[in-house]
């Protein structure tokens, strides 16, 4: 996957970062989730690169980016850091102003990027979340029950990381076959990339320490902005999967107007993975969103 893309890696200030690009115009930054790589856009990247100079980018602790040790407050693995990860990226390559389009975990580092760094972001789209600190905050248990893996692998080391490591590929299974569509709903190729970097040395300990750190460092940081008034200013638009957890249990466009200014969306007939179940309806919002006032 993702042949005739130019590869390579980036050393930040605090990690090493694979990425992979092609395309010309405007460029648009592509940030996965958790069990995943960049492979997960592999159903919309080629489509994007027509319009757009696409870099897909491996989240530090994930794909083929470099394994950190842990630390005590979870520092490392702070959306703030994997936030500064993608600006040093995009400045190695001459990019200092971009999209984004971003899901799952990917998409909390987007909502840290946009937040830290809002003259880095001109627009960003994320998918299928709400903002961390709501969705905490508003944590039910058919939430729980839902995303039982938030409360598993937040526990203290080395509990979840021993069990992740007894089978990573079953873990990945697990989690990722459990949600609206099975297992059938991935290409074999795209499933078996997230396993084999599951099975990596150190990525168990990354995923929790990145888990560990949105229940922790990451809402001080929220809480900061919160209390500080601060609020993205960049046109935002949420996607959601009308079957999944997240627009069960949350109002996800009244949770992202509370710390956004300018926020759009809607809900896709999905559940989790909408760049792998519903890509021709990513696209045509991705295409439209981006290139909008372009």
Not at 58 to 84: I, T, V
Not at 243 to 260: K, N, P, Q, S
């Amino acid at each position: 996957m993702f042949d005739g893309y130019s590869h390579c890696e980036v050393t930040t200030s605090g990690a090493r970062i694979a990425v992979w690009h092609a395309g010309a115009g405007p460029t648009l930054v592509l940030l996965h989730g958790h069990p995943q790589t960049h492979v997960m856009w592999h159903r919309v990247a080629d489509t994007l690169a027509r319009e757009f100079s696409v870099f897909a980018l491996d989240l530090r602790g994930y794909g083929d980016s470099s394994r950190l040790p842990a630390h005590p407050q979870h520092l490392w693995h702070s959306k703030r850091a994997m936030a500064q990860d993608v600006v040093e990226v995009m400045a190695h390559f001459g990019q200092r102003c971009f999209d984004v389009l971003a899901h799952d975990r990917g998409a909390r580092v987007a909502h840290r990027l946009a937040l830290d760094h809002p003259d880095r972001v001109r627009r960003l789209m994320l998918l299928d979340i709400a903002p961390t600190l709501a969705m905490y905050e508003g944590t039910t248990r058919a939430f729980a029950q839902a995303y039982w893996h938030w409360f598993f692998l937040i526990q203290p080391a080395p509990l979840p990381e021993r069990m992740i490591e007894a089978d990573p590929g079953f873990y990945v299974r697990q989690v990722m076959g459990q949600r609206t569509g099975g297992l059938s709903l991935f290409a074999p190729q795209a499933l078996a990339a997230y396993e084999r970097a599951m099975q990596r040395p150190g990525s168990a300990a990354n995923v929790c320490e990145d888990y560990r750190a949105s229940a922790s460092i990451d809402l001080e940081h929220d809480r900061q902005d919160r209390a500080a008034g601060r609020r993205l200013a960049q046109p935002l638009r949420v996607l959601w999967g009308r079957h999944g957890t997240v627009g069960r249990c949350f109002d996800v466009l009244r949770l992202w107007r509370e710390v956004a200014e300018h926020v759009d969306g809607r809900a896709l007939e999905a559940g989790h993975y909408l760049a792998e179940e519903c890509p021709d309806e990513v696209l045509r919002e991705a295409l439209h969103f981006f290139k909008e006032n372009e």
